[in-house]
């Protein structure tokens, strides 16, 4: 808890440390894309980088950026706009340690970080080759009902869990609505960081509706305003992505040439949205 | 002969279909025919399928996170779900991940998803890929995201129901472990199937032709599938219709 959570979003990215494990969301529910983008400015390297449970853009630049020591996600996917090229290029000449997961590994790894338990079992993978690929995933006999083998996943206690929401208020109160994976991100980290639309002079909780969808201060280390923040991805039920851009990037990043002159390009921009 | 109706409406029709009988499906990112299939039983069932389409706001009633649909899943309120596979072998394999040697892949794609446990907990998942070559249904994967079968004292509930493809359907049987080629779809024919599998599969004498959708069916997928559907996939919802 930080008693005084509102910051500039340099000062955010700057708190980053290198080599920090990093737990962001899906393309659905807040990704901090202007936060990523000052990343890159500082040079941020070493990121152990986890995906809950997926991640599209936010992945693939850090990884062309060569931020990204380790990989955790069970997808890294551009959807309709066609594949991510810098996270294939990276798998192809093992510049990143790669972790792949299924969707429901990564959320119950993160649910026993946040209840403080050294695992959590979970149902499938068995026979998999996605489970003999994950050496730090056991199999044991399910102790209560002898003959049912079940997968153990240790927890997973990030260092910082960023992501981009809609609204937070002066106590450093953050309302991220129904997608609940950020409150769950925010118990299971050690620090949290915010990037928001937008900040409320009223708090959050006097407001019965906003109340249930509202990640209390007290797991809030930073939040910067950042308007616009989850640019050229969009925030739902606020803005939808910015199909050109993305088409773009995809259509840039074929070459480590054209990924490079994209993000000078992009990095070089002193407003991102509307520019 | 030149059908009155699209493949994708053909498939969608199909889907619909194999539905009949559940009471929720759940249709994941990037499957809009699946979707629109969904959509199409529960208005033929009156709504007693209830659909939930993952990435759109109208037919997704959540209130948990990302972590739902799993959740749900276990507690056996998920009937059916649809997966696909860069390939797919005879024994109802599934590799998400991609070719050549793992980590370091020939080709790479994005990954697993939720495959590594859905397969194993939905009774019904519907295997789904319109691409029907020797380069999709391979006679074993290069990597296992989720296998077909598990031994008998793994925990699984769910399994592979069958597969459908651009130019056929097959059911899957759990005991032999091995696919049955059930149709074929208009215009195609068992010989084209074979020269198009990677794997083996059984193959009664006789095989019919996939039933054609009625006239009334297709005017539902023209008209309020297309619809519904067009909130979560607009340029498949403005394309797939003849």
Same mark, same amino acid.
């Given at each position: 808890?930080?008693?005084?959570?509102?910051?500039?979003?340099?000062?955010?990215?700057?708190?980053?440390?290198?080599?920090?494990?990093?737990?962001?969301?899906?393309?659905?529910?807040?990704?901090?894309?202007?936060?990523?983008?000052?990343?890159?400015?500082?040079?941020?390297?070493?990121?152990?980088?986890?995906?809950?449970?997926?991640?599209?853009?936010?992945?693939?630049?850090?990884?062309?950026?060569?931020?990204?020591?380790?990989?955790?996600?069970?997808?890294?996917?551009?959807?309709?706009?066609?594949?991510?090229?810098?996270?294939?290029?990276?798998?192809?000449?093992?510049?990143?340690?790669?972790?792949?997961?299924?969707?429901?590994?990564?959320?119950?790894?993160?649910?026993?970080?946040?209840?403080?338990?050294?695992?959590?079992?979970?149902?499938?993978?068995?026979?998999?080759?996605?489970?003999?690929?994950?050496?730090?995933?056991?199999?044991?006999?399910?102790?209560?009902?002898?003959?049912?083998?079940?997968?153990?996943?240790?927890?997973?206690?990030?260092?910082?869990?960023?992501?981009?929401?809609?609204?937070?208020?002066?106590?450093?109160?953050?309302?991220?609505?129904?997608?609940?994976?950020?409150?769950?991100?925010?118990?299971?980290?050690?620090?949290?960081?915010?990037?928001?639309?937008?900040?409320?002079?009223?708090?959050?909780?006097?407001?019965?509706?906003?109340?249930?969808?509202?990640?209390?201060?007290?797991?809030?280390?930073?939040?910067?305003?950042?308007?616009?923040?989850?640019?050229?991805?969009?925030?739902?039920?606020?803005?939808?992505?910015?199909?050109?851009?993305?088409?773009?990037?995809?259509?840039?990043?074929?070459?480590?040439?054209?990924?490079?002159?994209?993000?000078?390009?992009?990095?070089?921009?002193?407003?991102?949205?509307?520019? | 002969?030149?059908?009155?109706?699209?493949?994708?409406?053909?498939?969608?029709?199909?889907?619909?279909?194999?539905?009949?009988?559940?009471?929720?499906? %759940?249709?994941?990112? #990037?499957? &809009?025919?699946?979707? /629109?299939?969904?959509?199409?039983?529960?208005?033929?069932?009156? !709504?007693? *399928?209830?659909?939930?389409?993952?990435?759109?706001?109208?037919?997704?009633?959540?209130?948990?996170?990302?972590?739902?649909?799993?959740?749900?899943?276990?507690?056996?309120?998920?009937?059916?779900?649809?997966?696909?596979?860069?390939?797919?072998?005879?024994?109802?394999?599934?590799?998400?991940?991609?070719?050549?040697?793992?980590?370091?892949?020939?080709?790479?794609?994005?990954?697993?998803?939720?495959?590594?446990?859905?397969?194993?907990?939905?009774?019904?998942?519907?295997?789904?890929?319109?691409?029907?070559?020797?380069?999709?249904?391979?006679?074993? %994967?290069?990597?296992? #995201?989720? &296998?077909?079968?598990? /031994?008998?004292?793994?925990?699984?509930?769910?399994?592979?129901? !069958?597969? *459908?493809?651009?130019?056929?359907?097959?059911?899957?049987?759990?005991?032999?472990?091995?696919?049955?080629?059930?149709?074929?779809?208009?215009?195609?024919?068992?010989?084209?199937?074979?020269?198009?599998?990677?794997?083996?599969?059984?193959?009664?004498?006789?095989?019919?032709?996939?039933?054609?959708?009625?006239?009334?069916?297709?005017?539902?997928?023209?008209?309020?599938?297309?619809?519904?559907?067009?909130?979560?996939?607009?340029?498949?919802?403005?394309?797939?219709?003849?």
């Amino acid at each position: 808890m930080n008693q005084q959570p509102i910051c500039e979003l340099a000062d955010l990215a700057a708190a980053v440390p290198d080599g920090a494990q990093l737990v962001v969301p899906s393309d659905n529910c807040g990704v901090a894309m202007a936060a990523t983008r000052e990343l890159l400015r500082r040079g941020v390297s070493g990121l152990h980088l986890v995906c809950v449970p997926t991640s599209g853009l936010q992945a693939e630049i850090l990884i062309g950026a060569g931020a990204i020591a380790t990989l955790e996600t069970s997808a890294v996917t551009l959807g309709e706009f066609g594949p991510a090229h810098r996270f294939i290029d990276a798998l192809k000449n093992a510049r990143v340690r790669m972790l792949d997961a299924t969707c429901p590994a990564v959320h119950a790894a993160l649910q026993a970080g946040q209840k403080g338990l050294p695992f959590i079992p979970l149902r499938g993978l068995i026979g998999s080759d996605l489970l003999s690929s994950r050496a730090d995933w056991k199999v044991i006999d399910n102790p209560f009902s002898p003959g049912d083998p079940i997968v153990l996943l240790p927890a997973i206690n990030p260092d910082i869990a960023l992501f981009h929401a809609p609204l937070a208020d002066r106590a450093g109160n953050v309302y991220i609505g129904r997608w609940r994976e950020l409150l769950t991100m925010a118990h299971a980290s050690k620090q949290t960081f915010v990037t928001v639309e937008a900040i409320s002079e009223r708090d959050l909780f006097e407001d019965a509706k906003l109340a249930p969808g509202v990640v209390p201060a007290i797991y809030i280390s930073r939040i910067a305003l950042a308007s616009q923040g989850a640019w050229p991805i969009g925030l739902p039920g606020h803005y939808g992505a910015d199909e050109t851009a993305i088409s773009r990037y995809v259509q840039s990043a074929k070459t480590e040439e054209g990924f490079r002159r994209f993000v000078d390009e992009w990095l070089g921009e002193t407003t991102t949205a509307n520019a | 002969m030149n059908p009155s109706f699209s493949r994708a409406e053909l498939l969608v029709a199909v889907i619909a279909r194999l539905l009949e009988g559940c009471r929720h499906v %759940v249709v994941g990112a #990037s499957s &809009p025919i699946p979707g /629109a299939a969904a959509l199409l039983q529960s208005e033929l069932g009156r !709504g007693a *399928l209830r659909v939930t389409i993952l990435g759109s706001r109208r037919y997704n009633a959540f209130t948990n996170g990302g972590v739902e649909t799993f959740d749900l899943a276990a507690q056996g309120r998920i009937d059916a779900f649809f997966l696909g596979g860069g390939q797919i072998d005879g024994q109802g394999n599934i590799n998400l991940v991609g070719t050549g040697a793992y980590p370091a892949n020939d080709v790479r794609w994005p990954g697993c998803f939720g495959s590594g446990y859905l397969y194993y907990l939905v009774p019904k998942v519907i295997l789904f890929r319109e691409e029907h070559t020797r380069r999709v249904l391979v006679p074993k %994967v290069d990597f296992i #995201s989720a &296998p077909g079968v598990s /031994a008998p004292r793994v925990y699984r509930p769910g399994g592979p129901c !069958g597969l *459908l493809t651009g130019l056929a359907w097959f059911s899957f049987n759990k005991r032999t472990q091995r696919f049955r080629l059930e149709s074929v779809h208009p215009e195609h024919s068992v010989e084209e199937i074979r020269d198009q599998t990677g794997f083996e599969f059984d193959c009664p004498a006789e095989v019919p032709f996939t039933r054609a959708p009625a006239p009334e069916i297709l005017a539902l997928i023209r008209g309020r599938i297309r619809e519904q559907i067009a909130e979560t996939y607009p340029r498949f919802a403005s394309t797939f219709a003849n």
